[in-house]
């Protein structure tokens, strides 16, 4: 790249940190940084015109944890590992919106849905409320957190869906309003974004880092945090972290749409929720794993259509409307749900693989990467 003075030496010169990928992840680091050091000469690289992946792509689900998704999860990790990622969770949504405030965000806590088709895997989740209850009221700091809500199946006009469980504590976000007010907020705070850049290699040279882009653009800096979350592996093959593509589609305005809230269907493999009186409708990456662990945006028939039949026979089997848009985003996903946040050499940090959770994690992850970095 062929750079004027004015531009190295307004842009790139004398770095103290670069962050790669300006996410939820991304920004919060920046935001941190600058909270404890003002002085600091801070960089964010982006190899999208937007933030590229999930961060201004995903649903805007301000959840920690659907019950069957919690009993899932206590199958393959421990009682206290379970609870303390819902602690976690619960935090990182709390300190979201003390940041950024719930108007700026549009916050609004309409509760959250499980659904259930299936009496059997209803049953399962029933039986364990009260245990659900037990741990999460203490972390919630609300008595039940988890609640029958099969009286309201007939409001939300569903077919087929037999009961429901209500998280009385989960809300939804404007995903575009929370990074255009997490941009807003590092920006004013001398913060520089740089999109259109795509790191292609880091080289840490224990006084200084190089990064090394697309551009043939070399970038000096004193510490480097990656927080590229679903395309980590390009930069780190040696993470466990996989790409996993999520597909989303949103009808048009629906006059008297009755839907308020967000829902989980299938075990959290579909989601949806209003948007106004829109529907945002999205998941089915169970019908194709191997398919969906890529990080190519893009759409394939087995998942839309999949999709489309759902909408029309469960959420609105009554209701006339046309879709608007559909898209895909980039999660990072792998074999333990807990982030990693750690050195992966003196100058270089990470903090990756937020399990579909970014919105309820990212800030406290960005915050501890920051924290990391910074007491290096």
């Not at 551009?215 to 993470?239: R, S």
């Not at 087995?302 to 759902?310: A, G, M, P």
Request: include cysteine.
């Amino acid at each position: 790249m062929d750079l004027s003075y004015w531009e190295k030496n307004s842009y790139f010169n004398k770095l103290d940190v670069v962050i790669i990928g300006s996410g939820i992840v991304g920004l919060n680091a920046a935001l941190s940084l600058k909270r404890r050091n003002k002085k600091l000469a801070i960089l964010i690289l982006e190899r999208g015109l937007l933030p590229t992946g999930a961060s201004s792509k995903n649903a805007g689900f301000a959840c920690f944890g659907s019950p069957s998704e919690l009993l899932s999860d206590l199958k393959t990790h421990s009682e206290d590992e379970v609870f303390s990622l819902v602690e976690k969770r619960w935090k990182g949504l709390l300190k979201l919106r003390k940041n950024l405030g719930d108007k700026a965000i549009d916050f609004h806590n309409w509760g959250g849905y499980e659904v259930f088709d299936n009496k059997e895997r209803y049953e399962q989740c029933a039986d364990q409320l009260d245990y659900l209850n037990k741990h999460t009221s203490k972390l919630i700091g609300s008595k039940k957190v988890y609640i029958n809500a099969d009286k309201k199946i007939k409001d939300f006009g569903f077919r087929k869906i037999q009961h429901m469980i209500l998280n009385t504590a989960e809300g939804q976000i404007d995903t575009g309003k929370t990074i255009k007010a997490l941009i807003a907020k590092v920006r004013m705070l001398g913060v520089e974004i740089v999109n259109g850049i795509d790191v292609l290699k880091i080289e840490d040279h224990d006084k200084n880092v190089i990064i090394h882009t697309s551009n043939d653009l070399h970038i000096e800096t004193k510490k480097v945090i990656v927080a590229t979350n679903g395309f980590a592996k390009e930069l780190l093959p040696n993470y466990s972290v996989q790409p996993a593509r999520a597909q989303v589609l949103i009808t048009e305005p629906i006059k008297n749409l009755k839907l308020k809230g967000t829902f989980h269907y299938d075990e959290g493999y579909y989601y949806f929720r209003n948007i106004g009186n829109r529907i945002l409708f999205g998941g089915g990456r169970n019908l194709d794993f191997k398919s969906e662990e890529t990080t190519a945006f893009g759409l394939t028939d087995i998942v839309q259509n999949r999709l489309d039949k759902l909408l029309k026979e469960i959420i609105l089997p009554t209701t006339n409307y046309k879709i608007d848009m559909r898209w895909s985003g980039i999660m990072g996903v792998g074999p333990e749900k807990k982030s990693i946040v750690k050195a992966t050499s003196k100058n270089v940090f990470c903090a990756v693989r937020m399990g579909g959770m970014g919105v309820a994690i990212g800030s406290l992850v960005g915050e501890e990467v920051a924290e990391l970095a910074i007491n290096s």
